[in-house]
């Protein structure tokens, strides 16, 4: 009995492998992402047959709340690599850059990504990975903002700040006076 129940487990466990092995061998290839506007931000994946996609003809107005903080010191700010695809996934759709009128705000767990290298590498001890990203964000004709309130908050002095983000006073202000000129709010 022991024997047979014993054959039962292993001839079970072999068909559960020989499943397993089948469904791994016949994943779909890994997708190709694509950068078509920021280069090594923003990944996208083209859907072509997708609902909702940008219509290149129509203007498009959106502001970026950006909060969440760096996971390590080392990587980019999520947020920020958020406002990069949604400017690639615009590119991907072929809306031309003057129809893409994109503003971030930097504020709360975020505030430190806007911070020039010299006093990021104070508070951290590297180089701020942020910076290449956000020039690429204002090649691509992003607005990009930090809150004063956040800075002051953190013991940051706003001479502090990357040449290529601007200080507003708080990010309240950013949010209320885009979306009162019509720009619809991404979290």
């Not at 292993?10 to 950068?35: D, H, I, K, M, N």
Request: with cysteine; net charge positive; charged share 20%.
């Amino acid at each position: 009995m022991k024997r047979n129940l014993r054959l039962a487990c292993y001839r079970l466990s072999l068909c559960f492998l020989l499943t397993v092995a089948g469904a791994v061998s016949a994943a779909e290839p890994e997708p190709e992402w694509q950068y078509p506007a920021i280069r090594e931000y923003g990944k996208v994946l083209p859907l072509p047959d997708s609902a909702l996609q940008p219509d290149p003809h129509r203007e498009a107005r959106i502001v970026v709340n950006v909060t969440k903080p760096i996971a390590s010191a080392e990587e980019v700010n999520p947020g920020l690599d958020r406002v990069a695809r949604l400017v690639n996934l615009f590119a991907l759709s072929k809306v031309p850059r003057e129809k893409m009128k994109i503003v971030a705000v930097m504020h709360g767990g975020a505030t430190a990504a806007s911070l020039d290298n010299s006093h990021y590498r104070e508070k951290y001890q590297r180089d701020n990975p942020n910076i290449k990203l956000i020039e690429a964000l204002k090649r691509a004709g992003v607005l990009v903002y930090v809150c004063g309130q956040a800075l002051a908050h953190n013991g940051f002095s706003q001479s502090w700040v990357n040449h290529d983000v601007t200080v507003a006073l708080s990010a309240m202000m950013v949010l209320a006076h885009y979306q009162s000129e019509g720009y619809a709010l991404v979290e």
